[in-house]
């Protein structure tokens, strides 16, 4: 068991920063395109709203390796080919804004409307409204889904070594190829995994303490 751990390890560093990339990659575009979205789908007019709705629900309802497999497959049929890497952080991106998107929208829809109509009678303008009073409320509101979402995201990850992405699933997986040594590198991988999230939900505590403690 400790042969075939010390064997894979080179590998596995190298899958595990694979994983960590396209983990940032899709935390930090999806957080970003996300709280956009979410903020056209409650204040902007009605085409936006509509756009972003049909948009968020069409692709929860998806599985997101459905998804990742239309991204990959489905656009040569149009003449789009993306790289295997590119097609997993498309898809994966696609599905995570659709979820930050609902967080933004719950979060903010969380906040009294007297607050809005509060700030707009001292003058404030739209953004105004939203940096000092609108966004500073929903933050505590948006925190935990988000970070849960963002926990989802790096077991989601997994999903690109089936698109032949040398990940941490895929470099477990070509190993085991190589030592048929499944099970202790099976528990080895799930314990990468679990250390990573777990940190995550460390941090998230951390963050919705803080959080809690500014605004009362």
Do not use: C
């Amino acid at each position: 068991m400790i042969d075939a751990i010390v064997y894979a390890a080179p590998f596995l560093v190298q899958g595990f920063l694979v994983t960590l990339y396209v983990s940032l990659v899709v935390v930090v575009v999806s957080l970003a395109l996300g709280l956009v979205l979410g903020i056209g789908l409650v204040y902007g007019p009605w085409p936006v709203r509509w756009a972003v709705r049909i948009m968020s629900d069409t692709i929860r309802g998806i599985p997101v390796l459905v998804l990742i497999f239309f991204v990959y497959y489905g656009l040569p049929a149009l003449h789009i080919n993306l790289p295997a890497l590119t097609a997993a952080i498309i898809a994966l991106v696609l599905f995570k804004v659709a979820q930050v998107v609902e967080n933004v929208r719950g979060a903010v829809r969380s906040i009294p409307r007297g607050q809005d109509e509060a700030a707009k009678a001292i003058g404030l303008t739209f953004v105004d409204r939203l940096r000092y009073v609108i966004l500073p409320q929903a933050v505590r509101r948006f925190l935990p889904p988000w970070i849960n979402g963002v926990t989802d995201a790096v077991k989601g990850s997994a999903l690109i070594s089936l698109l032949g992405v040398t990940d941490l699933m895929h470099a477990i997986n070509q190993v085991i190829g190589r030592t048929y040594e499944a099970l202790p590198l099976y528990v080895f991988g799930a314990l990468i995994y679990f250390v990573v999230n777990y940190s995550l939900s460390l941090a998230s505590r951390r963050l919705e303490a803080h959080f809690s403690y500014v605004r009362e």
